[in-house]
């Protein structure tokens, strides 16, 4: 009986004429996009400072704090200056826990750029096997379809805990905090309000991310089998043969 032959395995072969299409263009760009949507986002780091006058001195002192991504708030703590020579501990911290939100972002975006990364090698260097196989691009149409919805999902939720992060760091917020600045005779001044442009920017490439992926789709759908070619002009003019 002989044996039956050994499946050959797909070999790489590079072709980048896949890039110069849309699916592969757009997938290029939502790479690209992904390393800075999570990149300005994971990395941030900022302060807000607020100083306070007592009375009878002559030289303000500054109140700093520093906080960064994940934006655990609740865990940030500064010293309240009290102005008198108390020993008693004055540690007072900032408010909200926004680190869901902040980290979803950035998993979604790491996870974009794995999932590229591995669509990229397949196209430029699996192309046949790609076309080849029915289930591929299936299952390429399903992935950019859920990106696309958690894309959506991810910006929504960090543009409204970047808002929050906004809110809980402002200068004002540590003048609010110490008990000294209720005094007529304390002059409490707030800084300038932390940069926040990388942040902002963080959430303008997640909303990107999500109308590529959304306008990639249709292209990922054209791979499929279940798009039909259209009926060519001259066939559709003549009509069904029908005999009466």
């Not at 939502?30 to 807000?48: D, M």
């Not at 306070?52 to 200056?81: D, G, M």
């Not at 600045?181 to 309000?193: E, I, K, S, Y």
């Not at 959430?203 to 009926?231: D, R």
Request: aromatic letters at 14%; proline letters at 5%; charged letters at 15%.
């Amino acid at each position: 009986m002989e044996a039956a032959p050994a499946q050959k395995r797909p070999e790489f072969k590079l072709d980048v004429s896949p890039l110069k299409e849309p699916l592969g263009f757009i997938k290029v760009l939502q790479w690209i996009f992904a390393v800075f949507a999570f990149a300005t986002c994971g990395g941030y780091s900022g302060e807000s400072v607020a100083s306070v006058k007592c009375q009878h001195e002559k030289k303000a002192q500054l109140i700093t704090v520093h906080f960064s991504y994940p934006f655990r708030l609740n865990l940030i703590s500064y010293q309240a200056i009290t102005c008198e020579n108390v020993t008693a501990d004055n540690t007072l911290y900032l408010s909200g826990d926004f680190s869901s939100s902040a980290e979803f972002f950035v998993t979604i975006g790491v996870f974009t750029f794995l999932y590229c990364t591995a669509a990229l090698v397949l196209y430029v260097g699996y192309q046949s096997l790609y076309q080849q196989n029915k289930y591929l691009p299936i299952a390429d149409l399903v992935m950019t379809a859920l990106f696309a919805f958690l894309w959506l999902v991810c910006s929504s939720a960090w543009a409204q805990g970047l808002t929050d992060v906004k809110n809980a760091t402002k200068p004002n917020v540590l003048i609010g905090g110490v008990s000294a600045c209720q005094r007529q005779a304390v002059v409490c001044t707030a800084g300038a309000l932390p940069p926040m442009g990388r942040l902002n920017a963080s959430v303008i490439f997640g909303f990107m991310n999500f109308i590529l992926w959304v306008g990639n789709s249709w292209f990922a759908y054209k791979e499929t089998s279940w798009h039909q070619p259209a009926i060519p002009q001259g066939d559709a003019e003549e009509g069904p043969n029908v005999k009466y």
